[in-house]
């Protein structure tokens, strides 16, 4: 009894040395991969799990400039999660974010697969780098500049109005038509980015094996059959992943490009959620709650993408966990 137990202490000592000696080796071995990871590993720590600790001001009636814990620290509860639920601009807020994400999810996902797959069905190498280098170009345009050319163009005598009014329509400031509002911050935001998200997708069709396409011509496959059978089969995954984060921030409006859009005469169509929270604390300086309006947007978000995640994996075989 005691031989077979001192066989099997040995036995974990020297699975024991075995382990270590091993992660050693992997250690020395990706040593200069894991210094290459350690800046944005810090960045990540620094600028996404610290400032966590701030949520704890949702529970709190804080006052700016006070400790977050402490004997003089107020709380209350849910005090302020529920003034914002049952708030008089809480329908519209989630009214205006839902369609406006909905459209953009709508439009400004599938845009980038559909240049994508334009794309590749160019032949001529010159012509094709031309088109995808202009199409990156927006993206890498500031903000503040796209929204300026926007409300530019989209004034009473600006370019895009002009070219309306010639179609026949009436000459208007769109930047004052609440109806007009969500689609002009669609269409800006697809404009922007949609030739950088294509770069994913181009990649991956560049990766597809030309002998699966040569079997589809082979079969008397058309182009569509081939892009139907072939090409979108292999973009399968990574559409499924880039759904889920889509799903997951459907209450994340891009608030950068609102703020810049919008105007008091179309806040009942633009007004979103973090537009609000950034008009009330940080212009009115309520901090917990807007802690709490953000802290109900992030746990919706979070059980958005879980559900969106079981979904696809359920669907197509493919998650993020």
Avoid at 85 to 98: A, E
Wanted: some cysteine; proline content about 3%; aromatic content about 14%.
């Amino acid at each position: 009894m005691k031989k077979a137990q001192q066989k099997q202490e040995g036995d974990i000592k020297a699975g024991s040395r075995l382990v270590q000696k091993y992660g050693r080796g992997v250690l020395k071995e990706n040593l200069q991969m894991y210094g290459m990871m350690l800046p944005s590993l810090i960045l990540i720590l620094v600028f996404c799990y610290i400032p966590l600790y701030g949520l704890i001001i949702a529970f709190q009636d804080y006052v700016p400039g006070a400790s977050f814990l402490g004997n003089d620290v107020k709380w209350v509860g849910l005090k302020w999660f529920e003034r914002f639920v049952t708030g008089h601009y809480f329908t519209r807020l989630l009214k205006n974010t839902l369609v406006l994400s909905g459209l953009n999810l709508i439009f400004g996902f599938t845009a980038p697969i559909l240049f994508a797959l334009l794309i590749d069905q160019i032949r001529q190498h010159h012509f094709k780098k031309f088109i995808q280098t202009a199409s990156y170009m927006p993206y890498f345009i500031s903000t503040v500049v796209v929204a300026g050319m926007v409300l530019t163009f989209i004034d009473t005598d600006g370019i895009i109005t002009n070219a309306l009014t010639l179609l026949g329509l009436d000459r208007q400031n769109y930047k004052v038509n609440p109806s007009a509002f969500p689609w002009v911050y669609t269409l800006t935001n697809i404009w922007k980015s949609f030739g950088f998200n294509s770069i994913l997708y181009c990649s991956i069709i560049s990766s597809i094996d030309p002998g699966l396409y040569e079997a589809a011509k082979l079969d008397g496959a058309n182009r569509f059959q081939q892009v139907w059978h072939v090409t979108l089969p292999g973009l399968r995954a990574v559409i499924a992943i880039n759904l889920i984060m889509a799903v997951g921030a459907v209450l994340s409006t891009n608030t950068d490009l609102v703020l810049l859009l919008y105007d008091p005469a179309t806040y009942d169509v633009a007004d979103v959620i973090g537009t609000y929270t950034y008009r009330i604390g940080i212009l009115e300086g309520q901090y917990s709650y807007t802690t709490a309006a953000g802290l109900f947007t992030a746990m919706i978000g979070f059980v958005l993408t879980f559900a969106a995640n079981k979904i696809s994996d359920k669907l197509t075989g493919y998650g993020l966990w």
